[in-house]
């Protein structure tokens, strides 16, 4: 059950370098899993240094929604998960996926 109706959904633009596989993916695939429009705006290497004087932070992935900067890749994809009712009600059961997302990140950071 997805907590806006489309009639309502907000304006979602993710912004992150021009490159698949970076901290951006799993929001980008939440997205679609969740058939919620976003814009996917790539941003280039050469782009980057000025977008990053108004980032949140001074870093991406960056989701807009609706003119205004979220930061933080974990902290956005649990919003689309929250948005699209992909995310768990119950702590427990939200325990275990952030559980589970914070190991995979520590492996990947092995890597």
């Known amino acids: 059950m997805q907590y806006f109706s489309m009639a309502k959904m907000p304006s979602f633009k993710l912004y992150y370098f021009d490159f698949d596989g970076g901290a951006d993916e799993p929001i980008r695939s939440a997205f679609r899993l969740a058939q919620i429009p976003f814009e996917d705006v790539r941003v280039k290497f050469a782009d980057w240094p000025a977008l990053k004087q108004t980032a949140v932070f001074g870093q991406m992935p960056l989701l807009e929604i609706d003119s205004k900067m979220y930061a933080q890749s974990m902290a ?36």
């Open 76 to 111: 956005i994809l649990r919003y689309v998960g929250k948005i699209s009712g992909m995310y768990p009600a119950d702590p427990i059961e939200a325990l275990k996926v952030d559980r589970s997302e914070e190991h995979t990140s520590e492996l990947q950071s092995l890597t």
